[in-house]
């Protein structure tokens, strides 16, 4: 099974519109404040069927939720490679969010169901990492197909349409899923038990505290992190055009095909990077003892990378800019299977895919605030000054850093046992 676990990391990653989407939005037309609607949009709709699609999954079974994900996910490629309006990719937006929530907590659920089968709680962050390093092998993969596409179609319309090939065989995968990874079934599948069990996993996720503090971890990290990681986009763009033109001068080359040259080799060299991160995180743990622990010392480097991002994108140093994007994922692809781990601990296993979705949709929540007031904020400064325009996004994640540092002393007596 953990070869179709990360068989199922490596095809979803297949997101060849991933490292050109914001991109992709610019060249349609719209501003970074309407690109920050669409991002919010989006987040609200996976906030809407977050927790019950996890309910719907704990109780109807997880691997008909992962095919209705991939599905929805399927339509929403389909739209946007054949959006022209603002409209239309709102649309897609609402698919895509479709896809989002029935996925997000559900496989996560489905692996530490397959553990506790196992026998091999203690290896919770060792292997989420090992299949959350192959998704990044999968985007590393992708990232390179991505840049041959644009390069040769010249557009980046045609990379929404090349997603819907590895989704399909996504499909396929889950129908070998064995019944057993559905997860216990206390109730007949029913709107009444789906309703019951999502109120009385919520009242856990609110009256426990350990959970209360993940939750708010979560949004802090993950909310600004995806609301921020695309803007390393036009970051390249520019460095492209001034090193092609620097260098290259003779080429024939469009913007577009200029961009596809560098944004592959940097992205391919963040997801090699990603990846490594991912499969190791458990290390960092066993070296702290404690994955509680662990995160404390997570959120004080992040801190300190923001603090350096700050004067860089004041002054628009793109190489530096770059360079602080890559360690930013790094550090997420560290953060993730820790957080996930300290998630499960602190969840029974008859709640799991539910107390996870009700973690990604206080991220969810998180990002759809944070991505249309940076949006705003990054047009403001653009137009108004002072300085380069996406040093707002270092400042406020300067800010959560700093706060959720300065609150988590607590945190490390949740109760968890260390995990190895």
């Not at 907590?105 to 397959?114: L, P, S």
């Not at 990232?143 to 010249?154: N, Q």
């Not at 993940?214 to 986009?233: I, N, P, R, T």
């Amino acid at each position: 099974m953990l070869r179709r676990f990360c068989l199922y990391g490596f095809l979803k990653n297949q997101q060849y519109y991933e490292p050109f989407l914001l991109l992709a939005f610019l060249d349609k037309g719209l501003s970074y404040s309407v690109i920050g609607l669409l991002y919010g949009f989006r987040e609200i709709m996976v906030n809407l069927f977050e927790i019950p699609s996890g309910a719907v999954a704990d109780v109807y079974g997880r691997r008909k939720s992962m095919i209705l994900s991939f599905s929805a996910y399927i339509v929403s490629f389909a739209i946007f490679g054949l959006s022209k309006s603002v409209w239309l990719l709102f649309v897609a937006m609402f698919f895509f969010a479709i896809g989002d929530a029935f996925r997000t907590g559900t496989h996560k659920a489905m692996i530490f169901t397959w553990l506790r089968l196992q026998g091999r709680e203690k290896e919770r962050t060792k292997v989420y990492g090992v299949t959350r390093s192959w998704s990044k092998i999968g985007s590393a993969v992708s990232v390179v197909l991505a840049g041959v596409f644009v390069f040769a179609s010249k557009s980046y319309g045609y990379i929404f349409y090349f997603c819907i090939i590895p989704y399909m065989l996504g499909i396929v995968n889950f129908l070998f899923y064995p019944a057993e990874l559905d997860g216990p079934k206390g109730s007949k599948a029913s709107l009444r038990s789906t309703l019951s069990h999502l109120r009385e996993a919520f009242t856990v996720a609110i009256r426990k505290s350990s959970i209360r503090r993940l939750v708010a971890e979560s949004m802090g990290f993950e909310g600004v992190f995806k609301a921020a990681k695309d803007y390393v986009q036009p970051v390249i763009k520019a460095s492209a055009v001034l090193f092609i033109g620097a260098y290259f001068a003779d080429n024939d080359w469009t913007e577009t095909q200029q961009t596809a040259v560098l944004i592959g080799p940097v992205f391919f060299v963040l997801y090699v990077l990603s990846a490594a991160a991912s499969r190791n995180a458990h290390r960092l743990v066993s070296l702290y003892g404690h994955e509680d622990r662990t995160a404390r010392y997570l959120w004080a480097i992040n801190a300190l990378v923001f603090a350096a991002l700050l004067p860089v994108m004041y002054w628009s140093i793109e190489w530096a800019v770059i360079l602080g994007f890559v360690v930013l994922h790094i550090m997420q692809n560290i953060w993730r299977p820790v957080l996930i781990a300290r998630f499960d601990a602190h969840s029974s296993e008859s709640h799991g895919a539910t107390v996870l979705s009700i973690e990604s949709q206080g991220k969810s929540l998180a990002t759809a605030v944070i991505a249309p007031l940076l949006g705003f904020a990054v047009d403001a400064v653009k137009t108004h000054g002072p300085g380069g325009e996406f040093w707002p996004i270092a400042a406020l994640g300067l800010l959560v850093a700093v706060v959720m540092f300065a609150t988590s002393m607590g945190s490390q007596k949740m109760g968890s046992k260390p995990s190895t």
